[in-house]
């Protein structure tokens, strides 16, 4: 896969570096799990519970880029410095 999530603020700068294009709106849902670190089945649960945003177009589930930076930002964690 040659797109990565990149900074949460801005767009992907490697994916059209990369590739000459610009970043995909949405991904597979194998794509965001790749993206995400998790497994294929944790992301459909996500998307099951509302956790995870996604597109349903006929019977295939699509992922937007956005959904997924929301996603991380949501359950980022702040470092503790002692």
């Not at 797109?3 to 059209?16: A, H, I, P």
């Not at 937007?64 to 359950?75: A, C, Q, T, V």
């Amino acid at each position: 896969m040659d797109f990565r999530l990149g900074y949460l603020g801005g767009y992907c700068d490697t994916y059209s570096m990369n590739n000459n294009k610009p970043e995909p709106l949405a991904v597979r849902v194998e794509q965001a799990a790749e993206l995400l670190g998790l497994s294929r089945p944790k992301v459909y649960q996500l998307t099951d519970e509302g956790r995870l945003d996604f597109l349903k177009i006929d019977a295939a589930r699509r992922i937007p880029m956005d959904s997924l930076r929301e996603f991380i930002e949501r359950h980022r964690v702040a470092a503790r410095y002692e």
